[in-house]
């Protein structure tokens, strides 16, 4: 797990009355191991007869939901779901713009939301040759009780940053230990007391979640799953 800080823009200035103002920007960075790979695709059928087509793609998507249906009961899937199955129709060209019979495609979303990383590389690797399924994509996650348990250490990271950049600036100004004024999320704090801020509001804008992303496909065996990164940004306004 990383942690860190930041070396952000901040500003010193003098209100009306004499007093030092200091305005700086705190942020703090967790990185965590990702708890949940979450898998995405899509199952379906395409042809030139639409029943023929739609049959197909019942009989697949209804395979994929048994094999969840045990992923979920064996606690290697702590979630999925199957979206209903749709089916458009276009007229293709070929090379010479002549008009092609009509084609069908009939296709379902599926998600699904692996805790063992193992099922989930071999699932994702059988997939991706099967035929009438398409891993579209895999994503890294927390649990939502981590990701809520996180955003408060996080948060009061960014303050503590805040408060010691203030407390470093106003010892090199050679001023006394700076008193809060105000905190805020980027770009809320108001321009009191006549200073002006010049914190750039993209410097951060609340927690962030990231995560890098692996394709699926069939060659895909093992996937190294990428930690997830938390931040959180805070302005803060000191008098000293």
Same mark, same amino acid.
């Given at each position: 797990?990383?942690?860190?800080?930041?070396?952000?823009?901040?500003? &010193?200035?003098?209100d009306?009355?004499?007093?030092? /103002?200091?305005?700086?920007?705190?942020?703090?960075t967790l990185?965590?191991?990702?708890?949940?790979?979450?898998?995405?695709?899509?199952?379906?059928?395409?042809?030139?007869?639409?029943?023929?087509?739609?049959?197909?793609?019942?009989?697949?998507?209804?395979?994929?939901?048994?094999?969840?249906?045990?992923?979920?009961?064996?606690?290697?899937a702590?979630?999925?779901?199957?979206?209903?199955?749709?089916?458009?129709?276009?007229?293709?060209?070929?090379?010479?713009?002549?008009?092609m019979? /009509?084609?069908?495609?009939?296709s379902?979303?599926?998600?699904?939301?692996?805790?063992d990383f193992?099922?989930?590389?071999?699932?994702?690797?059988?997939?991706a040759?099967?035929?009438?399924?398409?891993?579209?994509?895999?994503t890294?996650?927390?649990?939502?009780?981590?990701?809520?348990?996180?955003?408060?250490?996080?948060?009061?990271?960014?303050?503590?940053?805040?408060?010691?950049?203030?407390?470093?600036?106003?010892?090199?100004?050679?001023?006394p230990?700076?008193?809060?004024?105000?905190?805020?999320?980027?770009?809320?704090?108001?321009?009191?007391?006549?200073?002006?801020?010049? /914190?750039?509001?993209?410097?951060g804008?609340? &927690?962030?979640?990231?995560?890098?992303?692996s394709?699926?496909g069939s060659?895909?065996?093992e996937?190294?799953?990428?930690?997830?990164?938390?931040?959180?940004?805070?302005?803060?306004?000191?008098?000293?």
């Amino acid at each position: 797990m990383g942690i860190g800080g930041s070396t952000g823009p901040a500003s &010193v200035a003098p209100d009306r009355l004499g007093h030092m /103002i200091i305005t700086v920007a705190g942020t703090f960075t967790l990185d965590l191991p990702a708890e949940r790979g979450i898998v995405t695709l899509t199952s379906g059928a395409e042809g030139g007869d639409r029943g023929t087509v739609a049959r197909q793609a019942t009989s697949t998507t209804e395979s994929l939901r048994h094999q969840l249906v045990e992923l979920e009961e064996n606690g290697a899937a702590t979630w999925f779901s199957v979206g209903a199955l749709t089916t458009r129709a276009w007229r293709p060209y070929n090379s010479d713009g002549t008009v092609m019979p /009509i084609r069908y495609r009939t296709s379902s979303p599926i998600t699904v939301k692996f805790a063992d990383f193992s099922a989930l590389s071999g699932s994702a690797t059988t997939w991706a040759e099967t035929a009438g399924l398409t891993v579209d994509d895999v994503t890294w996650a927390l649990t939502e009780k981590t990701r809520d348990q996180m955003a408060d250490e996080v948060l009061a990271g960014a303050v503590r940053d805040a408060t010691h950049r203030a407390e470093v600036l106003a010892r090199a100004a050679g001023l006394p230990a700076p008193r809060i004024l105000a905190i805020a999320d980027p770009g809320l704090l108001s321009e009191a007391s006549g200073a002006r801020s010049e /914190i750039d509001d993209d410097y951060g804008h609340g &927690v962030r979640m990231m995560s890098a992303m692996s394709r699926g496909g069939s060659e895909a065996v093992e996937l190294s799953p990428a930690d997830i990164t938390v931040r959180e940004s805070v302005h803060a306004r000191f008098e000293a």
